[in-house]
């Protein structure tokens, strides 16, 4: 896995374990191909959002209870505070 806190382990799995779960395959902004997973947990104040590419990397900002997004990548080289951008279909 990608996280090593707290957030990741009590949030992001309990999220994608009884969230609203959605996903569609896409492509960056660069041209990437790859999928993007969003999830909600209204009544728990949960949301992620996810990018993964077909090269592997994975991108997930995690939002708890409206304390804003902290972002997990296993991208060492990503310095970005946000999931690459997606085109838009």
Same mark, same amino acid.
């Given at each position: 896995?990608?996280?090593?806190?707290?957030?990741?382990?009590?949030?992001?799995?309990?999220?994608?374990?009884?969230?609203?779960?959605?996903?569609?395959?896409?492509?960056?902004?660069?041209?990437?191909? $790859?999928?993007?997973?969003? $999830?909600?947990? !209204?009544?728990?104040?949960?949301?992620? +959002?996810?990018?993964?590419?077909?090269?592997?990397?994975?991108?997930?900002?995690?939002?708890?209870?409206?304390?804003?997004? +902290?972002?997990?990548?296993?991208?060492?080289?990503?310095?970005?505070?946000?999931? !690459?951008?997606?085109?838009?279909?």
């Amino acid at each position: 896995m990608i996280g090593d806190d707290e957030v990741y382990d009590d949030y992001f799995k309990f999220g994608t374990e009884i969230g609203a779960v959605d996903y569609k395959d896409t492509e960056t902004k660069t041209g990437e191909k $790859c999928r993007v997973v969003d $999830c909600i947990v !209204p009544t728990y104040g949960v949301e992620y +959002k996810a990018v993964m590419t077909d090269s592997g990397k994975i991108y997930l900002s995690l939002n708890v209870g409206g304390e804003g997004d +902290k972002l997990y990548t296993n991208d060492s080289e990503y310095t970005e505070k946000n999931v !690459p951008e997606t085109v838009e279909e």
